[in-house]
């Protein structure tokens, strides 16, 4: 019976996309910059990659760094589809983790390799692990953070409460660990969850699966002398206890955590300047199915005060006008300069920028669908303002601003609607997998 539930709904979902696209959007992809206010921006560019990957220009991947209005000013093709994203070094290499076809993957967001690419696409700097997953860190001295799959001892997995009996992963379930990778490839320093989290306190969901137990899904460095406690610590997201954490580095010791019957599924922890923590909530838990006015939730993004556990803002269903702000998986945020937030809606490939009082002065929607239920969904984006990256000369120089390169035909994601609708039916079936586990 449950099974016809899903199926029924899934087709609800599909001919719902296919006729009006997701959650309203039109089923063209095109154009990709519907909102841009120029007084109210933050101009600068934007970097972006398709969760899919995105053979379109003969590679595996391409990551995409687009400007204001959607051209795109420069790409970097890869040897892999991303794992999940990459980001900008302040000399304008590019740090990026892709999928390796080898080692666990007991959840989403594998990985396996972390690549430094040059400017021209050269790669400068790799490092490979197969248990990597979801998101890497660059520290300030040059060695980098990763987040790693391992198998829990036998003796502490049986301590977890809950699950489906006989669900784990070949007997064993699946937990995380921090390691922190110099330039040599050597790691000089790991954190294992399984040795600072009780087991008693982070059940699993009596619907959920026992083969994996924290899913941690995002890790950012926090420097010594920060707002919060002044130590150099770790940030992590754990997304299956809904819970984010603060690491002191030189104990181990968890010295917060928060978010536990608030969160729900999250992604990307990160400090701001002013010590508040930036966290996009997937699932919002109050009233959430009553605001939408039926079966879909919705997502908000939530600025906390880690010193009072206060949320002093918030941006969710309610700033956007009615309209669906969800994404039930990925998905993240971050602060810019001049006091907007860059949002990234992942599972619908919508990227947009808002000022604190939450109008929408910049949105981008993912104009590339490859051949994937995953659609044209993005992980993670960033902006980066003219000032903020040693860019190279020729590429703010005078008629290279702002001039388009050659960007993917319509004809390279040929049944785009279809793949589109496969994938927001796929959201729909998780959606749905989450109100009978009770979110």
Not at 14 to 43: C, Q, R
Not at 270 to 297: A, C, F, H, Q, W
Request: net charge negative; hydrophobic share 35%; proline share 6%.
């Amino acid at each position: 019976m449950l099974r016809i539930f899903f199926i029924v709904v899934t087709v609800i979902a599909i001919l719902n996309s296919i006729i009006i696209g997701p959650y309203g959007f039109s089923p063209s992809p095109y154009p990709a910059v519907t909102v841009y206010e120029k007084d109210m921006a933050f101009n600068g560019y934007t970097l972006y990659s398709s969760l899919a990957g995105d053979k379109s220009m003969g590679s595996e991947g391409v990551v995409y760094l687009v400007d204001m209005e959607g051209n795109i000013v420069h790409r970097w093709l890869t040897d892999h589809v991303p794992g999940d994203h990459g980001h900008l070094l302040p000399d304008g290499t590019l740090l990026f983790s892709g999928v390796v076809n080898t080692g666990p993957s007991p959840g989403g967001g594998k990985g396996g390799v972390i690549q430094e690419i040059g400017w021209n696409g050269t790669v400068l700097w790799e490092y490979s692990d197969d248990r990597m997953h979801h998101d890497h860190f660059r520290m300030p001295d040059g060695n980098t953070l990763a987040i790693v799959w391992e198998s829990l001892p036998a003796d502490f997995s049986g301590r977890i409460p809950g699950g489906i009996p006989g669900t784990e992963d070949a007997g064993s379930m699946w937990s995380d660990a921090i390691i922190e990778i110099d330039r040599n490839g050597s790691v000089v320093w790991e954190w294992h969850c399984h040795e600072h989290l009780d087991p008693e306190k982070y059940t699993i969901h009596s619907l959920d699966k026992r083969n994996e137990w924290t899913h941690v899904n995002s890790v950012k460095y926090i420097p010594a002398g920060n707002m919060f406690n002044g130590r150099e610590s770790i940030l992590i997201s754990i997304r299956e206890l809904d819970t984010v954490a603060i690491i002191d580095k030189g104990t181990g010791d968890i010295v917060w955590e928060w978010g536990h019957g608030i969160l729900n599924h999250q992604h990307d922890a990160r400090m701001l300047d002013n010590g508040n923590i930036l966290i996009y909530n997937n699932y919002e838990n109050d009233d959430s199915l009553v605001k939408t006015g039926g079966l879909l939730p919705h997502s908000s993004v939530i600025e906390v005060d880690p010193r009072t556990g206060d949320i002093v803002w918030r941006y969710d269903i309610e700033s956007e006008d009615g309209t669906i702000f969800f994404s039930c998986l990925i998905s993240g945020a971050s602060r810019l300069p001049n006091g907007n937030t860059l949002i990234c809606e992942g599972c619908s490939g919508r990227i947009i920028e808002v000022t604190p009082d939450k109008k929408i002065v910049w949105e981008f929607t993912n104009p590339c669908y490859p051949v994937s239920l995953k659609g044209n969904s993005v992980y993670r984006a960033y902006r980066y303002g003219p000032e903020e990256i040693d860019w190279p000369e020729d590429f703010l120089s005078p008629g290279h601003n702002g001039t388009s390169l050659p960007g993917p035909s319509a004809a390279d994601f040929a049944g785009s609607v279809i793949i589109r609708a496969g994938a927001t039916g796929l959201n729909m079936l998780y959606h749905i997998k989450e109100i009978l586990e009770g979110f």
